[in-house]
């Protein structure tokens, strides 16, 4: 069973950076796909990013594409996410998720089933 925990968040200034890490501590990370949510206050939880199981292939939405970097460490069990430029429309609670492939975190969040608790990135202006 995969259990997730973020950490990483925190409070940045507009063109900042930070990087979030999830760690699993289940025996299956290396057989899912993980990636980024976020869910701004009063607003729906959207996509962040995704990456297969062997690191291969990653798929990032469009307002974070060439700023945030997704990357995972199999023989850690952890995922990551670098942010960079950030802009105060980012902020965000950021859950991390798994499921079996790339395409489920393209369906939408309503499709997947395991969250880590989040972690809150504010950016100020």
């Known amino acids: 069973q995969v259990q997730l925990v973020e950490s990483g968040g925190g409070l940045v200034q507009a063109g900042g950076s930070l990087r979030l890490s999830c760690a699993d501590s289940?025996?299956?990370?290396?057989?899912?796909?993980m990636g980024w949510f976020r869910q701004a206050p009063g607003k729906e939880r959207e996509f962040v990013s995704t990456?297969?199981?062997?690191?291969?292939?990653?798929v990032y939405a469009d307002s974070v594409k060439g700023r945030f970097t997704i990357s995972r460490d199999n023989a850690k069990n952890a995922v990551y996410l670098q942010m960079n430029s950030l802009k105060p429309e980012d902020t965000a609670v950021y859950y991390c998720a798994a499921d079996p492939t790339v395409v489920g975190f393209l369906k939408g969040y309503r499709y997947l089933e395991v969250w880590g608790q989040g972690t809150l990135v504010t950016v100020s202006s």
């Open positions: 990456i297969s199981w062997k690191g291969g292939n990653t």
């Open positions: 289940g025996r299956t990370f290396s057989s899912y796909a």
